[in-house]
């Protein structure tokens, strides 16, 4: 089982270092699982994941009290508003999807702005 969450984990983080470049898929979520991943299969990449000089400190925060710093609300704010500009001013896009994205986007939106600012 360890060597699936482990799998499991470095997939998360593969889809979250793609999604520092890819306005539609998320970043932080896919680091977050991956250290959660990482937590229950090996520690050393566990603490590896936390090291990590642009994300360790994010998904720390987010680990032990549940917070998202304002500037990553702020960013995130932006890639999902960027995201949906661009979805919704691409002709191709099939009206379903568009709406589809929308609806999974405006969710993510929700609660990444509903979540605490600071450590307590």
């Not at 979250?16 to 979520?29: D, R, W």
């Not at 977050?32 to 994941?49: G, T």
């Not at 994300?55 to 032990?64: H, L, P, S, T, V």
Request: aromatic content about 12%; proline content about 7%.
């Amino acid at each position: 089982m360890k060597l699936v969450l482990f799998i499991l984990g470095w997939l998360s983080f593969v889809l979250g270092v793609i999604g520092a470049f890819l306005p539609i898929i998320p970043t932080t979520p896919f680091l977050i699982l991956a250290a959660f991943l990482f937590s229950k299969s090996s520690p050393r990449f566990h603490k590896w994941i936390l090291n990590l000089p642009m994300a360790g400190a994010a998904i720390q925060d987010w680990q032990e009290h549940r917070v998202i710093r304002p500037r990553a609300k702020i960013l995130c704010g932006s890639m999902i508003l960027l995201s949906l500009f661009l979805i919704w001013n691409h002709p191709r896009i099939l009206l379903v999807i568009k709406i589809l994205v929308t609806v999974i986007l405006g969710t993510v939106g929700s609660f990444v702005v509903t979540r605490k600012n600071y450590r307590p």
